[in-house]
């Protein structure tokens, strides 16, 4: 495949510099741009025209496409308008927490060009929910919105409901779909959240809620997924799904980062937190294709895909294993901006040579 220029002679330089520092700098770039005149204009002019084919309606909602934002790339709300213009059908912000806090010390993220990937060990840096909500209020964008929920650092386990619901109790009008994120390896004790009991009292609460805001804006409650980690066997797999099922999810977003270091050529077994990028694409997609054939047609929710996306073979391969959707973070670090309007245009051209009237034709098609 052909590499870009942002590829050959820019990602290279960037590099040198604290990968932290460079992604601050790309959103404040990207939001700069947004609202220059002409900004949007730019961003989108190598974007291919919209294509039916590649709408999907899932969730009760419509996508353009299927490539989405992950959570973490614009956790609070920076960038949206530049992110659709690139060519993204869906942006998820967050994870948001109810109060502004500033993650673990830094460094807390590392690249690790030769494989693609990156490790973090952010800790849910936020500038919190009223931040968030101020920069949201009474905008519209030309996308899906999701958002992110989760809990303050400091706040305990037993206390966790009232964080997620607090979030979505000030951000419900912004958004088109919400996200209960408790797989974070990031935060202490997050992932005992994944627990069955746990998990189910928290998505009903938070269900509860959601539909409590639908009536008050009488409009249709939104769509709640949860996000799971990649480091499930089965019996923890098979607790998250009827966990999440107990408490009426909507779907499922497959998978969180890493902790397990096996998926590195190098180990890195020195750095704290999740490893995201190429690495964790095998084990996301087999996670997300077993979870596919776990749910079955009786209990079937719409899946999310995330995890070494960077290609439309990538797209293809994770549809096919059963996602709905797909969703980008990493392979946009690597792949810059014109990431994404390279892989629609490539997923158009599967099209044409498939003959394929709609992108979700291919939806479980390895499984099924």
Same mark, same amino acid.
């Given at each position: ?19 932290e520092r460079v992604h601050r700098f790309a959103l404040h770039g990207l939001h700069l741009a947004e609202r220059l005149p002409g900004g949007i204009a730019a961003m989108s002019r190598d974007v291919p025209a919209p294509d039916p084919r590649l709408n999907v309606d899932t969730l009760g909602l419509h996508f353009s496409n299927p490539i989405g934002v992950a959570a973490g790339l614009d956790k609070d709300a920076e960038a949206i308008d530049a992110l659709f213009a690139l060519g993204f059908g869906s942006v998820e912000i967050g994870t948001v927490t109810p109060r502004p806090q ?111 805001? $639908? #009536?008050?804006?009488?409009?249709? &409650?939104?769509? @709640?997924?949860? =996000? ?8 923890? *797999? ?26 590195? $050529? #190098?180990?890195?077994?020195?750095? &704290?937190?999740? @490893?995201?990028? =190429? ?8 996670? *997300? ?36 959707? @797909? ?11 014109? *990431? ?29």
């Amino acid at each position: 495949m052909k590499r870009s220029t942002y590829e050959r002679q820019i990602f290279p330089l960037l590099t040198r510099l604290d990968a932290e520092r460079v992604h601050r700098f790309a959103l404040h770039g990207l939001h700069l741009a947004e609202r220059l005149p002409g900004g949007i204009a730019a961003m989108s002019r190598d974007v291919p025209a919209p294509d039916p084919r590649l709408n999907v309606d899932t969730l009760g909602l419509h996508f353009s496409n299927p490539i989405g934002v992950a959570a973490g790339l614009d956790k609070d709300a920076e960038a949206i308008d530049a992110l659709f213009a690139l060519g993204f059908g869906s942006v998820e912000i967050g994870t948001v927490t109810p109060r502004p806090q500033p993650g673990n010390p830094r460094p807390r993220v590392w690249r690790i060009p030769d494989q693609d990937a990156v490790i973090n060990a952010m800790g849910f840096p936020s500038s919190g929910v009223s931040a968030v909500r101020k920069r949201l209020f009474g905008r519209r964008f030309p996308g899906v919105i999701g958002i992110n929920l989760g809990k303050n650092k400091e706040t305990s386990l037993e206390h966790a409901v009232r964080d997620y619901t607090r979030v979505l109790d000030d951000l419900w009008p912004m958004g088109n779909y919400v996200v209960i994120n408790v797989s974070s390896p990031n935060t202490p004790g997050l992932r005992e959240l994944q627990g069955r009991a746990a998990l189910g009292q928290l998505v009903h609460e938070v269900q509860r809620l959601n539909r409590w805001k $639908a #009536d008050v804006f009488t409009q249709k &409650p939104h769509p @709640v997924l949860v =996000k799971v980690a990649p480091d499930l066997d089965d019996w923890a *797999l098979d607790e998250v799904l009827a966990g999440a099922i107990d408490g009426d999810a909507d779907g499922f977003i497959f998978s969180n980062t890493t902790i397990d270091r096996s998926v590195l $050529a #190098d180990p890195h077994l020195e750095l &704290p937190g999740g @490893v995201s990028g =190429k690495p964790l694409r095998a084990r996301a997609n087999a996670l *997300l294709m077993l979870a596919y054939g776990r749910l079955g047609e009786s209990d079937r929710r719409p899946l999310i895909g995330v995890g070494g996306i960077s290609t439309a073979e990538d797209v293809i391969e994770r549809m096919k294993a059963g996602a709905s959707l @797909v969703q980008i973070y990493t392979g946009f670090v690597y792949g810059g901006p014109g *990431l994404p309007a390279r892989i629609l245009r490539e997923l158009q051209q599967f099209c044409d040579r498939e003959g394929i009237e709609s992108i979700s034709e291919i939806v479980g098609t390895t499984i099924a």
